[in-house]
């Protein structure tokens, strides 16, 4: 699917409201994408999920517009971020400290995020050993750089970018397998490298199964509008799946659930409509989200495929995802 024309004038606004009937956070402060002066004001409260760029008549890429104010006043503060409640995130992200690049000498490497590994910690290993004796492939350990991005810190997602690139290129690396709908979402446009999904690659392999029936599906903001990872899943599923629209986001997009907790709370309360269905996601995030807050029905879709069973392990997240760092060689554990 081709992406629409967009553009980045906030002034071409027509206040037609229509955005506001789409967004929860501008419904709240009762704004258009166009109100430029309070937007800015509030723009670490927007969730970037880009549902005001999918219904605008006249283009306006609302996320890109949003993005841009954050961008704006890192660059007023002399490129440090000057809202306050992101340090920890920043001080994890910048430069990943849980990254590890140990096992990544090869030409082709599973680049898991930070996020699957945290959550799905078996799959992880699974995968890393299911890929290293079927396609000789190694695996990276590392974020792709999007938190800092989303916070507007330009410089610091340029040398993200970089060392990301760097250290790929040291190892001889000439594809990356993103399990994360974000990092491939990212990453695709910015690595001199082939990017692939996770999907694309089983596939190609001739690994996973045929999933049987009708799910529901929840698509993450990344894949909400051309829904291209969704239509390398569609190689495994039997039927065309129902997919929820009137979610906006899983609450935590653009980093604005800290700013935000009532509207991020109300985000996944309004999932309560499809709360007697199992819920599939393709993203960890997501379903880790759903399943912290209740939403016990969950399911990774990739774990479906690969006939896992496992939950989100909401409860080490933290632990598994530090764990990553000294990750070695299954005969080296």
């Known amino acids: 699917m081709e992406d629409k024309p967009r553009i980045m004038d906030p002034d071409a606004c027509v206040h037609c409201h229509i955005c506001r009937q789409h967004c929860l956070f501008l419904e709240k402060y009762n704004i258009d994408i166009g109100d430029k002066e309070k937007l800015e004001e509030l723009s670490y409260h927007c969730f970037l999920c880009g549902r005001c760029s999918e219904v605008c008549p006249k283009g306006i890429d609302g ?15 002399d490129g440090q971020l000057r809202e306050k409640g992101y340090g920890m995130l920043v001080r994890e992200k910048q430069n990943y400290l849980f990254q590890n690049y140990g096992l990544g000498a090869k030409k082709s490497v599973l680049f898991p995020g930070c996020n699957f590994p945290a959550y799905y910690p078996k799959t992880t290993r699974y995968l890393m050993e299911l890929f290293r004796e079927r396609a000789g492939a190694g695996t990276v350990f590392d974020c792709c750089g999007k938190p800092i991005a989303e916070l507007g810190m330009e410089k610091q997602e340029e040398e993200i970018i970089g060392r990301v690139e760097r250290k790929l290129r040291e190892n001889g690396v000439e594809e990356v397998i993103t399990l994360c709908p974000n990092c491939y979402a990212y990453l695709k446009p910015r690595l001199n490298v082939n990017v692939v999904s996770i999907y694309e690659k089983l596939r ?40 929820i629209s009137h979610v906006q986001c899983c609450g ?81 554990e």
Not at 63 to 77: A, F, I, S, Y
Not at 212 to 229: A, M, S, Y
């Open 252 to 332: 935590l997009g653009g980093c604005a659930g800290s700013k935000e907790k009532d509207l991020a709370k109300q985000m996944v309360c309004s999932i309560g409509q499809e709360s007697e269905r199992t819920i599939y996601t393709y993203c960890a995030s997501c379903s880790g989200n759903f399943v912290r807050k209740g939403y016990k029905d969950t399911k990774h879709i990739l774990l479906e495929i690969l006939e896992r069973n496992e939950g989100p392990d909401t409860g080490r997240s933290v632990v598994n995802r530090i764990m990553t760092k000294y990750r070695r060689e299954k005969n080296n």
């Open 63 to 77: 996320r890109e517009v949003v993005l841009g104010m954050r961008k704006e006043q890192v660059r007023r503060n």
């Open 204 to 243: 190609e392999l001739g690994i996973g199964k045929m999933i049987e029936g009708r799910l529901t599906i929840f698509p993450p903001c990344p894949d909400r509008e051309n829904k291209e990872q969704l239509d390398f899943i569609r190689a495994f599923l039997k039927e065309e799946p129902d997919l």
